[in-house]
């Protein structure tokens, strides 16, 4: 959520200019300098990078130490928390994904829980952390990491390479390069037709490539939209002041459900994605 605090002299375009710039790092003229990366695509966002780490190892410790204490005879309410997000994933798995893979579980779990922790940064005022770092230097500091595409794309490229793989761990190289030149338009395989056919593979190669790649772009922008939108409403909010407490709260309320719904289609669409790259036909 928003700020409490003011924002000094800045103006409201530098204010939000401010709160939308990560603490970059990169290489220029072979020596590594801080926040001096505009147009350099190998800039490296630290702040993104620390909170996505960081978040990932809360969620191991928070779900081992729960593995680790778990009793039969008497539950903590920890354990019973982490069983009810356990058997919610594994439902949702079972009536989704109908092959038979040891990983797709476990991996709907963790983006679930990751992707939920680094949303419910969000709800952080937009100004506490960010004035935190400030006192100890630290000019920069955006602290959702799912406002930053690059994170959003890098799990998304992780998803895809799994797609690929199951494609063809299940379907073969045949199949798969098949999938992608005889659909969904069959080629002649006879006859005078058999001159159109290469015109026709070529057709489908392109739809079916547009169609592939549109995964993971769709599946990083998808959850990259909607939590950088959140945030820019936040920041905003912000720029009333005092006033800004009854909006804080309104949205803040709001956007519980937009994180968590956020999370969960991202989830899912993993199980769908790699659900059809496991099946046969």
């Not at 790649?213 to 005092?242: D, T, Y």
């Amino acid at each position: 959520m928003a700020g409490e605090s003011g924002h000094g002299a800045q103006t409201s375009g530098e204010y939000i200019a401010h709160h939308l710039q990560n603490l970059q790092v990169c290489k220029v003229d072979s020596e590594w300098v801080w926040n001096h990366c505009a147009g350099n695509p190998m800039a490296i966002n630290v702040d993104s990078m620390f909170f996505s780490v960081i978040l990932g190892l809360v969620f191991v410790f928070i779900f081992r130490g729960a593995a680790k204490k778990a009793s039969a005879e008497k539950p903590g309410k920890m354990q019973a928390f982490v069983e009810i997000v356990i058997d919610f994933i594994d439902s949702s798995v079972k009536d989704t994904f109908h092959g038979k893979s040891s990983l797709i579980a476990p991996l709907a779990l963790t983006i679930f829980v990751w992707v939920f922790l680094m949303n419910l940064m969000d709800l952080i005022p937009v100004d506490w952390l960010p004035m935190l770092g400030g006192a100890i230097g630290v000019p920069y500091l955006k602290v959702v990491p799912t406002t930053d595409v690059n994170i959003t794309f890098g799990m998304s490229i992780a998803v895809f390479f799994l797609i690929l793989f199951y494609s063809i761990k299940n379907k073969g190289i045949g199949g798969f390069i098949g999938e992608l030149t005889l659909h969904p338009i069959a080629p002649p395989m006879k006859g005078v037709g058999l001159i159109a056919a290469p015109f026709i593979i070529a057709f489908n190669f392109i739809l079916e490539s547009v169609a592939l790649l549109a995964k993971p772009l769709s599946l990083s922008l998808r959850l990259f939209g909607n939590m950088f939108a959140g945030e820019l409403i936040f920041i905003l909010i912000a720029l009333l002041g005092v006033w800004q407490l009854p909006l804080h709260f309104g949205w803040a309320v709001f956007h519980v459900l937009i994180v968590t719904l956020q999370a969960f289609i991202f989830m899912m669409l993993t199980v769908v994605y790699l659900t059809l790259a496991s099946e046969e036909h």
